[in-house]
């Protein structure tokens, strides 16, 4: 029997356009190996919660279709990753509405200013944009997404850090302003994961679209690898693995053996990049097969996967409330 554990909690922003299931799905490699295996592994210490933060999505998104598929699309791809609903929650940020509730309170104890110096909004602003007032208010939801489940520990990338630490401050100024204990204070984790390089060789990004989705059907993910970019070495010829993209992406997704055997038949020559991408497709292939499979049969079935979204938003509400009888409590508002 576990103790309970600290909460470690992270949203997750579905965004891009509407993408078919044959496509491959909207997650893509690096969102797999950057994000999702980690925070799934987050689960062996920590009770976990997850949810898609559709309305964070919003301040960029206006393709109402798209939104609605994109949802499905990140909790089908999370759980055939491993999300296990009865050990970790899963949810909607909209489907627990107390969260604005919230984020009203700390509008009303954030200097404008420190939202001014947000960096979205800045360099939204210096890219000559008009940023809309959700953009503006972006850490703001994000620092109530976060304290209204009493979270702990929230695993972020760089980019989110200071979103974290504005988050961090409001609960302090909330215990400072009405007594130790209204709020959790959240600790952010920024996490190391590795960076996961496109076919170019660049960063894997939707915004690059050098992506290799991560449910692509298995001759589309052979013919998506064929892709990764490799010098004209002719085939006889030794060659070094390290720094070459086709093997910097095996290292991500293969075990250490396996490594040091590609690495060996490269060096010796008489083995061409196509031999070395055919190995990295099929070990890739071993470890997606299964995802693939459960991830299509979510996708076939949204009712079951919206059944499972509704049952993590009842859990989150009720710990949602219990901190909002809380906070109404300390500001007089009860
Ligand atoms: P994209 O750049 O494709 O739009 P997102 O910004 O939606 O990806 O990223 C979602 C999550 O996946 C974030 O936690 C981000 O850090 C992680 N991630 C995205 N791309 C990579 C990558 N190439 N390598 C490692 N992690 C990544
Ligand atoms: N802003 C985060 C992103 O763009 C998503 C997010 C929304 C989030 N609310 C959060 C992350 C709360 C951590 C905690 O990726």
Redo the contacts with the bound molecule.
Sequence with gaps: MTHPQKVSLTG??P??SAVSVQDGGSV?L??Y????RPALALAADYRCIYFIADYHALTTQRDANALRENVRDVAASWLACGLDPDKMLLFRQSAVIEVFELMWVFACIVATGQLERGHAYKDALAGGDSPNAGIFNYPLLMAADIILYDSEIVP??L?QKQHLELARDIAVRMNHLYGEGTVVVPQPVV?E??????FDGR??????GN?IPLFLPSKALRSAIMKVKSDSTPMEDPKEPEGALVYDLYKLVATPAQQAELAVKLRAGNYGWGHAKQELYEVLEAQLAPLRERYQALRADPKQLDGVLEAGADKARVVARRTLDRVRAAIGID
Excluded: R
């Excluded at 190996?33 to 999702?36: D, R, S, V």
């Excluded at 960063?203 to 690059?208: E, I, L």
């Design positions: 997750i922003k965004t891009g893509h690096g969102n190996l950057g994000a999702i972020v990338g980019d996490t994961a590795p960076t996961v390089p496109g960063k894997m990004s939707k915004s690059y992506t």
